[in-house]
């Protein structure tokens, strides 16, 4: 299947700073990617949509100022928590559809662990 | 209400029994039904989706969908210990604007050995 790695797999940052988080499509061009956020023994709850050359969607509730994205490229999604608090603390997971046809597999990377002190 | 209900568990077999799991859902507009399994501290990973109404067999693994009803269900024939995971229900529009997924809430599974 096709690969999408995040990194860092793992980061903590001190109250007040900003981190972000790399998506990769390693095989396949993605114009979207997705951005979910995972608290423990949760499911993911979508925060946004990436969309490369334009803006991005944002779900209700989702601050797009605290949560800054970017889809520079074809095969690269950034998320950039900024000024983060210890809240932000989550597990967060991207993914890119690739298929041809109505069905479009996700494929969602590893997950980068955010804990924030 | 959610607009996906899935049980959260855990469900505990012993290793070779049948795990049967399952969501029920609001939106009927919903027409594409997935199975995602994920191990703690990583991304989910397709097991099986299903277009519209039926049943679909890969393998261990059968997945229903009764659309009438807004019932998904997932059978694991003889179950492994590397079975054990978190299974997650999602759920996508025919003509969703990338896509988008809604998710269950997940049923931690656990086979014992």
């Known amino acids: 299947g096709a690969v999408v790695s995040q990194h860092p797999s793992w980061v903590i940052c001190k109250s007040g700073t900003s981190v972000k988080i790399e998506c990769r499509s390693l095989?396949?061009?993605?114009?979207?990617m997705f951005w979910y956020r995972q608290f423990p023994k949760q499911s993911l709850m979508l925060m946004a949509t990436s969309n490369e050359g334009s803006k991005a969607t944002y779900e209700q509730g989702v601050e797009k100022d605290k949560f800054l994205i970017n889809h520079a490229s074809l095969t690269l999604s950034t998320l950039t928590v900024t000024s983060a608090h210890p809240e932000d603390s989550s597990f967060y997971i991207c993914?890119?559809?690739?298929?041809?046809?109505?069905?479009?597999?996700?494929?969602f990377g590893p997950g980068t662990r955010l804990t924030v002190l | 209400q959610k607009e996906v209900e899935q049980d959260p568990g855990p469900l505990s077999v012993p290793e070779g029994a049948i795990v049967s799991l399952n969501c029920t859902y609001s939106n009927s507009a919903f027409q594409y039904f997935m199975w995602y399994r994920q191990y703690s501290r990583k991304g989910p990973e397709l097991l099986m989706y299903?277009?519209?109404?039926g049943n679909k067999e890969d393998g261990r693994f059968t997945a229903q969908v009764d659309k009438s009803s807004k019932y998904i269900s997932l059978f694991i024939r003889d179950s492994q210990p590397s079975d054990s995971a978190t299974y997650l229900c999602a759920m996508s529009l025919i003509k969703a604007a990338g896509n988008k997924l809604t998710f269950g809430g997940g049923t931690r599974v656990l086979v014992k050995p």
């Open positions: 095989d396949f061009q993605a114009t979207t």
């Open positions: 299903t277009y519209s109404s």
């Open positions: 993914s890119a559809p690739r298929g041809t046809g109505r069905f479009n597999e996700q494929f």
